[in-house]
T-cell receptor, first 116, second 115 residues
């Protein structure tokens, strides 16, 4: 079975500082990994995903994540935080088995605060 | 136009009542989902439907009954509401079953409070 663990339920950074949100996964098969963002009072939006190929994936709003199989990690980074990045971030792994029962399993989220 | 819309946005009700949440998507997707987000922000799938057919039922109590009159709509009816049902319920859609590995489109959520 697949699962993800997000280390740190709250992360606070200064505007312009590096953003690092941690995600580790557990999977018995090569994983499909995702980061979703949830702004206040909104649904989740896809930031980026890794399925196969290049292990460094770039997403929207300047975010990127690197799949590291040896570390079972998929940490999310952004070189310089903006105030508008303040949101809840969710890491997810796909149970990409038979297709019919594909489902995403989410981590518990990391709330990112950006200080002026 | 909102791609995935759900109503109501807020729902406050007493224990034991029956309530429904409606969801509609105008994206032409075949697959729709209901997710429950608890007070600790943990997001867990409840159901998925593909072209009106139930695909996933994640051991949700049978007080929860999803209904899909057509592939653009997936409603959630909850009988005999309990305190533990308080959560934010998200509807989502994807172009097809396999497309969960591509991108899910989420509604903005329904915050249910059971008193």
């Amino acid at each position: 079975a697949q699962s993800v663990t997000q280390l740190g339920s709250h992360v606070s950074v200064s505007e312009g500082a590096l953003v690092l949100l941690r995600c580790n996964y557990s999977s018995s098969v090569p994983p499909y990994l995702f980061w979703y963002v949830q702004y206040p009072n909104q649904g989740l939006q896809l930031l980026l995903k890794y399925t196969t190929g290049a292990t460094l994936v770039k997403g929207i709003n300047g975010f990127e994540a690197e799949f590291k199989k040896s570390e079972t990690s998929f940490h999310l980074t952004k070189p310089s935080a903006h105030m508008s990045d303040a949101a809840e971030y969710f890491c997810a792994v796909s149970d990409h088995g038979s297709g019919a029962t594909n489902k995403l399993m989410f981590g518990t989220g990391t709330l990112l605060a950006v200080q002026p | 136009d909102t791609a995935v819309s759900q109503t109501p946005k807020y729902l406050v009700t007493q224990m034991g009542n029956d309530k429904s949440i409606k969801c509609e998507q105008n994206l032409g997707h075949d697959t729709m989902y209901w997710y429950k987000q608890d007070s600790k922000k943990f997001l867990k799938i409840m159901f998925s439907y593909n072209n009106k057919e139930l695909i996933i039922n994640e051991t949700v109590p049978n007080r929860f009954s999803p209904k899909s009159p057509d592939k653009a709509h997936l409603n959630l009816h909850i009988n005999s509401l309990e305190l533990g049902d308080s959560a934010v319920y998200f509807c989502a859609s994807s172009p097809s079953l396999g497309a969960v590995n591509e991108k899910l489109f989420f509604g903005s959520g329904t915050q249910l409070s059971v008193l």
